[in-house]
């Protein structure tokens, strides 16, 4: 039998840079309250939102995306052409087929890098690290470009009370590249499908057609047992991520979890026990939740505004439709 030669890549691997876009659009509360019949205070109350970005038209899934991924290269110091794979992590980009990482691997001038979507929701972004860093170890790729892009105005019925105050539009990127130590820990990930209800999009594209006024199949969700189980269930994930990465909460210095709700946020903090030494990301109250972008939106913010410091160790966790979820401890660029 002949024999295959095995794939080798580098021995670590590390976030290079991080990017972001953000729409020029600010969309305050006051802007949706009343055709929800709710209330700025409401809304700040229970979700830390004050204010999301919307996307203009010309703000498009692919512009975001290209702009945010223009600022994680030139702060990786890598250029297109050294890319070798696009993983985009969206649920917004409106064609079924072909995937708009081909397109934004073109318009980046990657010379030709493979490219796909990644379809996990929230927790998209996580597993896109999680894959471009076993890519990059088992030589598949030299660096990999992973964005987490929504457009969620596009899928958010503004006169559902569950989630108009909720969804928004944003972009991030990170390059994921070679390292002479460890950067990106174990990826600690799962679904749980039996949930499969709680956050979906509501009919699918046949009942759409079949429907007598066909409109748009927005997102719906049961707020409640997603609020349960992300601010519980999600702490064990983190923890095992802490775990496996040999990493204690004291050691840790920041921790950036999916932007769903100040709430969850909170709540997950004391649940893994986080001492009040580690700086908490909390982009949602001026982005609101914007699905796989939200965990490197808030880690762009966190090393811009100094939060988060070159070296730091700092834990992504993210988590939301399917159920999906996924963590990793990384060291910050
Ligand atoms: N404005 C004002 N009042 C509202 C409202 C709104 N937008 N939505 C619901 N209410 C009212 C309800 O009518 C109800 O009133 P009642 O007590 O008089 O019957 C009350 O608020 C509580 O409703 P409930 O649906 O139980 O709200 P909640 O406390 O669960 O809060 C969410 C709703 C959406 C804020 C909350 O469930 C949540 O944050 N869930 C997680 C959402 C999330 O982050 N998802 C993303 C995961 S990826």
Redesign the pocket.
Known sequence: MATIRPSRGAEHTAILGVGAYRPSRVVPNAELVEA????DE??QQ??GIKTRRWATPDETVQSMAVAASRDALAKAGVDAPQIDCVIVATVSHMLQTPAVATLIAHELGTDQAAAFDVSA??AGFCHAVGMASDMVRAGSAGHVLVIGVERLSDLTDVGD??T???FADGAGAAVVGPSETPGIGPLVWGSDGEQYDL?RQREDWREVIASESPRMPHLV?Q??P??RW?SFAMAKVGRQALDRAGITAEELDCFVP?Q??M??IDALARSMKLPDTVRIARDVADMG?T?AASVPLALERMIREGDARPGDTALLIA???GLAYAAQVVTVP
Request: glycine letters at 10%.
């Open positions: 929800i019949e709710s209330s409401w809304i229970r979700s929701a929230c009370r569950g108009a105050f909720i956050i969700m707020g409640n997603v609020f992300a999916h769903a709700n709430r969850i939740n699905s988590f939301g439709a």
